[in-house]
């Protein structure tokens, strides 16, 4: 062999490259060029839909499949980026008087919590920066203390129960049990019309992408590396010098961060928020979505989001009941017998087929 | 008497309730490091053994039997196979009370079903009516049960050792997998009664076990993993604050109160009231 | 040429994604598709069945009877599964998908409101059957269970008649006790009533233990209570233990039902009085076919209720405005149907043009012992609707924003 050596080695590194991302952007076409040409309207809103869990998802993917942390109220997050959005719709409505359904709480001025949020820049950021602010909050509280496994889970799941008794109790402020509902444009785009979501499917899937790429980044370098090494020992990670509380509560918070973006997204594509997309079971059923994908991989988490929104959806059409049975059964297997899900089942395929 | 004095005895009822119901959650738990979320689907289904037999005292044994044997047969078949992956094992749970909360719902219909409270216990002293106050009685009689179960018998003397020391008490020739069978036995058999006793304050629906899931995790949480004495007075604290917190606000103010102390509790005790003592590192 | 698999995948879930959208079978000219869009699991499941149930024996006893317009009717079942934004978006493939020509459904407030851009802007038509806290008229929506005027204030004139002057107030946390309790307040204002105290419960609440104890520290004259579901299980099983009876305080609900009535123990609640428009027990001849025909078809056991007459009713009008208007288009119905009288179980309704809700006679009954309610007082006459009180002097103000 007298073929220069380093060639080889550059070029299929090269093509490694090229052909790790050949798969994204095999995706990415499907998803932003043929979706949108071959789905009926509301058909692709549901996509959209499912597209913002997998936001939620890629975010629980990175918290707990790299990072270790199960996080059960992750619908916090999602509600809290909804929220701002919704205010910020309501408001824009309203044009200086009040959101209806303050008419009917007796409400009779707007309240200074919502002033900030007629501002789209404002309820933007806050629908990123609110959830981001909270995870630091808490994750600096609870893991500076060493709460975790299965104390963080349950601590999660009550923020879930609390925030949802909160926001219902609120009613004045936050639409109550009925949240928010009856948007009519965004940003002077008519929200009925099919090229407005379509227009807003489009976005969804970008940001969707563009995350998915980031967070990949992320996971490959140090500090990913790092996050995993807290993951399997956190004690060992601390003696090393690393502070595993700083790591963790930052993951936390760019979790947070994405469910917040998803909720803002989600806002608009299915014109409700409300308490009851937020609470236990919701953010329960998104961890089944991540964990049904297959959690060590990213886009297992996605692809797990989008298989169980379809699933639930194309199930309630045919036979309501049997969608417990389904996600439950479904979720036993799943942990009991392929705990990496569809991801590592594929992982599988593909090793057996090239020993 | 003021108002605000029969919130006590009132605190006190509703610890009762919450130490009952996460009792054997303390159980499985503590001892297995198990997040039983099907632990509510236990109630549930002792709360419809209450119903299918009718007859209160009876219905305690049964409910202990039939709630025990559905933990033992999880237990056997899914969760010894996870033991590694505690996290995993909460899913599965989850799982697991979705199945059987459609389950009940396809035996018994979505309706709320009538379990007739016995004669002799209508009637009352003072603000607390009879029913409470054999609420509490058995929340004391569970206490000491698993009290003396754990320090007098010698199988909950190996209980102990395996949960501070699985390995070495396997070393010592404790048969573990029994071990965890009995408990996860006697978890869910204590969730069993726990269901029979909230049939005489509440809802007996498919949807039993969620409203009271919550509230039995936050218990163990402040009270430290598989502590006894951390889940009573655990529950026994919860149900004050929750008595009061209600009385001078309201009912969804009070729970997030709850939640607000429990958070800035673990800030001084991240592991609960009590921990236990172990040289395992993560 | 190997084709990514990932691209394979990506594919197929969106050829998943898209199948269904083939089910709009060419119109069979002999058919005329309706949705049913009620909640079949979750938490409302128990309530929504038995209205899905009543509507779907209004459509087959429509369909005996000939169909309409020659045609019959298909109903399209979907599942709001609890959950409002699910009420939405089955609604949209209800509209776009199936095409139906009107959709009966919801029950609680927060699934009407989350339906209600929906059916505004595809311009269809949603017949919600249940009585609700008022405030509001959609254009298309028409409402055949009672507004606030219909049932809250009959049941607060029922109280004062009685010589009830001290209330407690008790409800679920949520929009229809919330309003209420506002209207009741206005009213007890304007009536020289007393409100003792005014008490909420998150959804589902099971410890009434303090909520029992200031209650009967305040001493009502009586309780006027808006729970929902569940906590009036634990609400009545407590009250009673703690020797509250319906003689020294009796406790007004309007959300409880002859179906909630079993699983609340009629123990617990016989004597209370209910505020609603129609009972089992109600004397029509039309009610007397109604509830024959429901028990031949679901069971001997069962028993009929106030929302679910009003959904048997909701089919039967909105058929006979279409009949009226020759065609199922939703303007043309739209226009027919305003002055339509009907002899229903519950007596005569007529749909009003102006909001498009109904005219109903009030009723209070009090629970027997052996499940069903016996009437004891009734407006006489059905009463106009009136969602947003303009008809009463003391309310104005409550209507809010509009």
Redesign the interface.
Known sequence: MNRPRGMPVLRSRVLTSIRRHVPFAAVAVVALVAAPLLLEPFRLGLLAKYLCYAIVALGIGLAWGKGGMLTLGQGVFFGLGGYSMAMYLKLTEAEGGLPDFMGWSGVEELPALWAPFANPVFALGMAVLGPVLLAVVLGTLVFRQRVRGAYFAILTQALAAAMVILLVGQQGLTGGTNGMTNFFELFGQDLADDSTQRGLYLVVASVLGLLYLGTRQLVESRYGRLLVAVRDGEDRVRFLGYDPALVKTVTFALSAGMAGLAGALFVPVVGIISPALLGIVPSLELVVAVAVGGRHALAGAVLGAVVMGYAKTAFSEQFADGWLYLQGALFILVMTLAPKGIAGLVGRLRNARAA | MP?FV??LP?GL??GA?LLLIALGLTFT?GQM?V?NMAHGSFIMAGAYTAYLIGDLLLALPAAFLVAGLMGLVLERA?IR??YA????????A??????L??LA??LFG????????PAW????IG?L????LFIMALAVAGVVAVWAYLTRTGLGRRTQAVVQNRRLAATSGIDTGRVDMLTFFIGSGLAGVAGVA?T??????P?LG??YI?DA??V??AGGLGQLRGAVLAAVGLGLL??YA??WS????A??IV??V??AF??IR??GMFVLRSRV?? | MRIPRPLVSAMLLLALTACGTDAESAAQSNEIKVGLLHSLSGTMAISEVTVRDAELLAIDEINKAGGVLGKKLVPVVEDGASDWPTFAEKATKLIRQDKVAAVFGGWTSASRKAMLPVFERHKALLWYPVQYEGLESSPYIFYTGATTNQQIIPGLDYLREQGKKRLFLVGSDYVFPRTANKIIKAYAAANGMEILGEEYTPLGHTEYSTLVNKVTQARPDAVFNTLNGDSNVAFFKQLKSAGATAESMPVLSVSIAEEEVTGIGVDNIAGHPVAWNYYQTTETPANEAFVQAYKAKYGQDKVTSDPMEAGYNAVYLWAEAVRKAGTTEVEAVRKAAPGIALERPEGLVTIDGENQHLYKTARIGVIQPDGLIKQVWDSGEPIKPDPYLKGYPWAAGLAGAK
């Open positions: 108002a029969n919130q009132i009822s509703i309730v738990f490091g997040i899914a196979h996870l992956r505690p996290l995993d094992t909460l899913l599965l989850w799982g697991v009370s979705l199945v909360q459609q719902r396809d979505a309706p709320n079903v009538q379990v007739p409270a216990l209508a009637g009352g603000i009516p009879y029913n409470r909230v005489l304050i509440g809802p007996v629906g949807a969620e409203v919550v995790f936050l163990v949480v929750n008595s209600e009385f309201d009912a969804s103010l729970k997030v939640f607000a429990i958070i673990l800030q991240p592991q590192l993560t």
